[in-house]
């Protein structure tokens, strides 16, 4: 009996949701369990660094690599586990795009240490103790990893073979990569596995839209009770849909919020966020520039409206006057 | 990329424009420079690429090096990207594997740096070289011109375009805002230099319009809408009611003199209310249409509904409808001619001359009707106060060259002001005084007749003049009023005594003249008078294909200058009609229905409604016919799936990069 | 800084007003500073917001947009979608960490070389000012970190083969 393709997991910035997507397989994970030997997930089972670093080269099939890059063992993983394998995927929004992990790239490292660490209203550190790479303890010396300065995707750190998008990605989605894998039958190197096609193409809504959409005032989804058949732009709602890929089946919009653009762009665009602040932007009903501004005041955060998953993968990547590694 | 599956093999061609470009820019250094660039087959310089020598080794060139992309770094594309897509057309090459870099009025004609201009030449050249990699075969696409010309305004201009086109055979429209077409020109007594009478002149043009086959007049009318483009512009035309029926109304006149008003009573507008008229009117005799016009302000059955309306019941012919109401026309036309005119400068807004403060000081304007023979006075020179003048002062520039009020020179106030002179002697033997600035009577005969009002003892005082004052300080001064100014050729401060005061004003941009160039899509120079094309080359053509401008909505100008430019517009829109078609620059937009999701974000931004909603595929497509062009719904398109021809977003992401890869 | 800082503009203008306006300045042999790239587009209704950040991210110190005053657009009002991207995409920019004064959004009719002329002088002097955006420069830097890293690894698997390659001969 021939041996079974191996396959990967590993998890770096992220949240774990990427991870309960692959158990939302659901029963169809037994048919992938049968058809592959698993050789890492932390998350899961419990295998050592070591463990990988005996296998030799390119010996695992597939890694998927889910959240954004942020420490420097992140960092020295990702490079082994490209070593390791003959394909890496990037798993989810945070892999692909940098994520909302990737959010923190509006700050620098010393000033979310400092927050999070001590200025928190929930933080307890009379000791104002922080996180440092280097510690001597009782003649001991402790490492820690090394905080970086910018949050990356995955493809600013080690070479990517296959985009994986979504928070998290469907199941179905996943479920089709596999397939293709096992098959041999993958796309051009860094394809997104998703359709090329904006969400609208997808979305239930798509035909409640009337043709002549324009904003005389921007809503935020806390301030409405939104109407639950039509399209969120028509009710004044910033929906990402019409510059993020489809393949989540709509699933935000089903549970009657406005997609907030996970899957990431399309492949024609460089700059998701830039595209929809294009797109709802042109569409404001003023040409008064008072008014104009009015209007858009109903956009208070414009980074974290439209690039919520996709800060680390846009043009500027990071504010670029922060203080730090500049 | 798509190059047919060839390797791209630019040709890349540095212009020198004699020294225009070469003097600032090293040219041979940037044809060194584009040598190295990727795929660049070779790289010249020459003289003058735009010539026939120059065009000519593009195309030897192209055969012979088997080139298939062309960048030629010379003058403004909107000069001669034409003349080179030409050329590689004749070289069977598609025209649209060009670009163009302006490297002489964005480059050597606007720096002195000669390193930093040919540093700028050769970023703009390799973003050129990166761009063209991107182009692809595109096809002009044309379409049926509509054979009949909108002509807007009915004053000489108007009135010679019209007949100029209508005797070619085309159906012409000519709209007119005022009750009567003949424009200023209706209102002057004569013309210099020869001072042969306007009238007389004027008079039977306006009655070939009348009687034309191919004019279809609209007077008391104004265009109200237009979209479209050229070779098919739709247009909308407001027709105010006049309470007339103009299809019944002979102009006997006899309504008028069985209106109510014995006398007139109100301001006559057409003889710049020196006169009076009654409610029910013809601005004057020799009118076209010969109808006449009820005023609602002024007319009592509108103001009271008490009026008995005589007019109505003595006209046998029926023709006074007061239920009458405003009608829109709607017309479609191949090509436009604007002739809309000018204003006389408001006098009003220079109180140092006194205008409108003291009775005796008048308008040029209002000196024409003055002398008219059927002016208000029957060409009686008596001023407001009654008195018959001894002493004019003709104050010339009043509202031109002055940084206060217009900066331009409204070139024929000199001239007319010499006519004027001649005429107002010719009356009353006055003494009549010129102030000017300078004197400036280019134009065939016009010197000669300067010299001539000189032989009739015209006073030439040269100098500004700095105010129209009643106040006096000798005893010949009283009753009079005096013109202060420094006469600078014997440079003392004169004191001039006159009766009467004549401001020359000059001409100012027509009343609605920004509406209707936002109505047509043109542009307007800084005072406001429309645009031409090119100064020089292209003098009544606008930026917008198939509308042309002739006559003083242009610019100021006198009437042989009027009729020669309004002849020219004809020319061009008779040209375009003829020729039946007109090319459509490919720039268009188009969507790829396997890349759009449907969320019609586009469709509201299309300024021409050319985009639909396909709703069998749930997608957004484009009307080509409809779209001119312009890209915004490619900017805004969220998930990039429209492309602009010609400006697709790899060839302007390709040029952002190549212009900024030496940072 | 001794050296004297040149910025680099980057500017794209509408075919039918600013680009004219441009055409006019070299006709009327207006002399302005050469900093400017200028990249021709029919309309300013078709400079994409992405134009702009691709532009800042290669490099430019500053873009200019130039289009035709408020209804005076040869498209009838691609000009208003361009206002209203501008308004939101500065506030965009700002939020980035990038000065405002880096993005400027003229109106400069087909009759105003002397307009133009006054906008570049005015740009690069205020550009000038200010210090070099360079962001190239900036993302390397910024990756440092990372290409350190990487190069730690690759010596380190380097030495692991070369051990490799004398245990087995």
């Given at each position: 009996m021939p041996e079974k393709p191996k396959i990967a997991f590993y998890w770096c910035a992220s949240c774990g949701g990427c991870e309960e997507s692959v158990v939302d397989l659901a029963e169809s994970i037994l048919d992938v369990v049968a058809a592959v030997?698993?050789?890492?997930?932390p998350v899961a089972m419990d295998f050592k660094v070591k463990d990988v670093e005996a296998m030799?080269?390119?010996?695992?099939l597939a890694t998927m690599i889910n959240g954004a890059i942020r420490t420097s063992e992140q960092e020295e993983i990702a490079h082994l586990l490209r070593r390791k394998s003959q394909y890496i995927i990037a798993y989810g929004s945070c892999a692909h795009l940098?994520?909302?992990?990737?959010?923190?790239?509006?700050?620098?490292r010393e000033h979310i240490l400092e927050y999070v660490y001590?200025?928190?209203?929930s933080v307890t550190n009379p000791a104002g103790t922080v996180p440092q790479p280097n510690w001597k303890d009782d003649g001991h010396q402790v490492t820690l990893p090394e905080f970086r300065h910018v949050v990356r995707a995955l493809d600013q750190v080690i070479d990517v073979d296959y985009y994986l998008p979504?928070?998290?990605?469907?199941p179905k989605l996943l479920a089709a990569a596999v397939q293709a894998l096992l098959k041999g039958e993958?796309?051009?190197?860094?394809?997104?596995?998703?359709?090329?096609?904006?969400l609208c193409d997808e979305c239930?809504?798509?035909?409640?839209?009337?043709?002549?959409v324009s904003f005389a005032e921007f809503k935020r989804p806390h301030e409405v009770i939104a109407d639950?058949?039509?399209c969120f732009l028509a009710q004044g709602l910033i929906c990402m849909g019409p510059a993020t890929r489809s393949g989540c089946g709509a699933a935000c919009i089903t549970g009657n919020m406005p997609c907030?653009?996970?899957?990431?762009?399309?492949?024609?665009?460089?700059?998701q966020g830039a595209k929809i602040l294009s797109s709802l932007s042109a569409n404001?009903?003023?040409?008064?520039e008072k008014e104009i501004e009015r209007i858009l005041s109903?956009?208070?955060d414009p980074v974290g409206t439209f690039y919520r998953y996709g800060l680390a993968r846009s043009l500027l990547r990071r504010r670029v006057d922060l203080k730090g590694n500049s | 990329m798509e190059n047919n599956g060839k390797q791209p093999r630019i040709g890349v061609y540095i212009c020198h424009c004699g020294f225009n470009i070469a003097g600032t820019i090293d040219v041979n250094a940037v044809c060194e420079y584009a040598?190295?660039?990727?795929?660049?087959a070779l790289a010249r310089t020459y003289k003058?690429?735009?010539?026939d020598p120059g065009q000519e080794m593009i195309i030897a060139d192209i055969a012979?090096?088997?080139?298939n992309r062309i960048v030629v770094a010379a003058c403004s594309p909107n000069l001669h990207e034409a003349t080179f897509r030409g050329a590689l057309q004749r070289a069977?090459?598609?025209?649209?594997f060009f670009q163009m870099v302006n490297?002489?009025?964005?480059?050597s004609w606007v720096h002195d740096d000669r390193a930093a201009a040919t540093a700028k030449a050769k970023d703009q050249v390799r973003a050129a070289v990166a761009r063209v990699q991107f182009h692809k075969p595109l096809e002009r696409k044309r379409f049926n011109v509509e054979q009949s010309v909108l002509v807007v305004g009915g004053g000489i201009a108007g009135i010679t375009a019209a007949l100029e086109i209508a005797n070619s055979g085309k159906h012409v429209y000519l709209v007119e805002r005022?009750?009567?077409?003949?424009?200023?020109m209706a209102k002057y007594d004569k013309t210099f230099?020869?001072?042969?009478c306007a009238a007389c002149i004027l008079t039977p043009k306006m009655s070939e319009v009348r009687e034309h086959p191919n004019i279809t007049l609209w007077t008391y009318?104004?265009?109200q809408e237009v979209s479209g483009h050229v070779g098919k512009f739709h247009v909308k035309v407001r027709r105010k009611p006049r309470f007339i029926d103009e299809d019944l109304c002979?102009?006997?006149m006899e309504c008028v003199s069985a209106c109510v008003y014995k006398e007139p009573k109100f301001e006559d507008e057409f003889n710049e209310g020196l006169g009076k008229r009654k409610p029910?009117?013809?601005?004057?005799?020799?009118?076209?249409?010969?109808v006449v016009t009820i005023d609602p302000e002024t007319c009592l059955k509108f103001k009271?509904?008490?009026?008995?309306?005589p007019c109505a019941t003595v006209c046998d012919r029926k023709a006074?409808?007061?239920d009458q109401t405003e009608r829109i026309e709607e017309i479609e036309v191949g090509a436009v001619i604007i002739a809309t005119g000018f204003k006389a400068f408001?006098?009003?807004?220079?109180?140092l001359y006194g205008y409108g403060i003291y009775s005796n000081v008048y308008t040029s304007l209002e000196v024409e009707r003055l002398v008219n023979s059927s002016g208000p006075t029957a060409g009686?020179?008596?001023?407001?106060?009654g008195r018959k003048p001894k002493a004019i002062g003709i104050i010339h520039c009043v509202g031109s060259?002055?940084?206060?009020?217009?900066?331009?020179?409204?070139?024929?106030c000199c001239m007319y002001s010499l006519k004027l002179a001649h005429l107002l002697r010719e009356h009353t033997g006055a003494d009549v005084y010129q102030f000017y600035i300078d004197m400036r009577c280019p134009g065939k005969g016009y010197d000669e007749f300067y010299e001539r009002l000189l032989d009739e003892g015209i006073q030439m005082i040269r100098g500004r003049a700095a105010e129209v004052t009643d106040?006096?300080?000798t005893p010949e001064e009283e009753g009079k009023l005096v013109i202060r100014v420094e006469d600078t050729l014997s440079a003392y401060v004169r004191r001039v005594p006159v009766d009467m005061v004549v401001l020359s004003v000059g001409m100012e941009p027509a009343e609605g003249a920004d509406e209707v160039r936002r109505m047509f899509n043109i542009s307007c120079s800084k005072e406001g008078f429309f645009l031409e094309k090119?100064?020089?080359?292209?003098?009544?053509?606008?930026?917008?294909?198939g509308v042309f401008i002739a006559g003083c909505c242009q610019g100021p100008k006198d009437i042989p200058d009027t009729v020669a430019q309004a002849g020219a517009a004809a020319a061009h829109a008779v040209a375009l009609l003829d020729k039946g078609y007109v090319e459509i620059e490919p720039n268009t937009a188009y969507i790829n229905p396997d890349h759009?999701?449907?969320?019609?974000?586009?469709i509201p931004l299309c300024p021409y409604h050319a985009i639909v909603f396909d709703d069998g595929l749930k997608k957004a497509r484009i009307d080509e016919a409809l779209?001119?062009?312009?890209g915004t719904c490619v900017a805004s398109c969220p998930s990039g799936s429209i492309i602009q021809n010609l400006f697709e977003d790899e060839q302007i992401f390709s040029e952002i990069d190549e212009v900024l890869s030496n940072v | 800084m001794s050296e004297r800082f040149d910025p680099k503009i980057v500017a794209f203008f509408c075919n039918w007003c600013t680009y004219a306006a441009a055409d006019l300045a070299g006709v009327a042999r207006m002399k302005y500073a050469p900093n400017l790239r200028t990249i021709r587009v029919m309309?300013?209704?078709?400079?994409?917001p992405q134009f702009v950040l691709e532009a800042f991210a290669r490099g430019a110190d500053g873009v200019l947009i130039g289009g035709c005053h408020p209804g005076d657009c040869h498209y009838i009002s691609g000009n208003y979608k361009c206002l209203r991207r501008f308004k939101l995409l500065k506030r965009l920019v700002q939020d980035m960490g990038?000065?405002?004064?880096r993005l400027r959004l003229e109106w400069i009719s087909a009759s105003e070389g002397d307009k133009l002329r006054q906008v570049v002088n005015e740009f690069v002097a205020t550009l000038a000012t200010?210090?070099?955006?360079n962001l190239p420069k900036r993302f390397v830097e910024w990756d440092k970190e990372v290409a350190i890293l990487r190069e730690q690894v690759d010596a380190a698997h380097a030495q692991e083969e070369q051990q490799e390659v004398s245990t087995h001969a």
């Open positions: 030997d698993i050789v890492f997930w030799p080269d390119k010996s695992i940098g994520g909302v992990p990737a959010l923190a790239n509006q700050f620098s001590r200025k928190a209203p979504g928070c998290a990605p469907s993958l796309p051009p190197k860094g394809s997104v596995l998703a359709p090329d096609v904006a239930p809504r798509k035909e409640s839209k009337p043709t002549e639950p058949n039509l907030t653009g996970c899957y990431g762009p399309p492949s024609r665009i460089k700059d404001v009903a003023a040409e008064d109903g956009i208070p | 040598k190295t660039l990727p795929h660049v003058y690429m735009c010539s012979e090096h088997h080139l069977g090459l598609n025209p649209y490297i002489r009025e964005h480059a005022e009750p009567s077409i003949g424009g200023h230099p020869t001072l042969d009318s104004e265009v002979v102009g006997c029910i009117f013809m601005p004057f005799p020799q009118a076209v249409p010969p009271t509904g008490k009026c008995k309306s006074v409808n007061f408001d006098a009003t807004r220079l109180p009686d020179i008596v001023c407001r106060d060259r002055d940084k206060k009020t217009n900066r331009w020179c409204s070139r024929v106040w006096t300080m090119h100064p020089k080359l292209a003098p009544v053509e606008t930026a917008t294909a759009c999701s449907g969320c019609k974000s586009c779209c001119l062009g312009c | 309309c300013s209704g078709r400079i994409d990038i000065e405002p004064e200010m210090p070099p955006l």
